[in-house]
């Protein structure tokens, strides 16, 4: 199997309009098989990716791994106060 040094990731439009700030995730340290690694993605609210009609409460995303070009398809369920401050 070919290490992971860098991955794509895609969102589906959503309720909240959250998209990946680079659709790009690099590591450090190439990921061998049987290996793990934590990496962070920040997330922005834009108007593009805003979906009035999902009432599903998560986002449906896709990530690419760049070195074998396979995709892995999966569903985020997200907490509503993730997306809301303290303040409203």
């Known amino acids: 199997a070919t290490p ?3 991955l794509a ?5 959503n309720a909240f309009g959250l998209a990946p700030s ?3 995730i690099n590591f450090s340290n190439s990921i061998s098989n049987g ?3 934590t990496a962070s993605l920040v997330l922005v609210a834009t108007p ?4 009035p009609a999902d009432a ?5 995303a896709a990530i690419k791994n760049l070195a074998s070009n396979n ?4 569903s ?13």
């Not at 990731?9 to 439009?13: D, G, H, M, S």
């Not at 593009?48 to 979906?51: E, K, S």
């Not at 599903?56 to 449906?60: A, R, V």
């Open 56 to 60: 599903s409460g998560g986002i449906q």
């Open 76 to 88: 985020i369920p997200i907490s509503m106060e993730v997306v809301f401050t303290a303040e409203g």
């Open 35 to 37: 290996s793990s690694a």
């Open 22 to 24: 680079t659709p790009q």
């Open 71 to 74: 995709v892995f398809y999966f």
């Open 48 to 51: 593009q990716m805003y979906n």
């Open 9 to 13: 990731i895609q969102l589906n439009k």
């Open 4 to 6: 992971v040094q860098s």
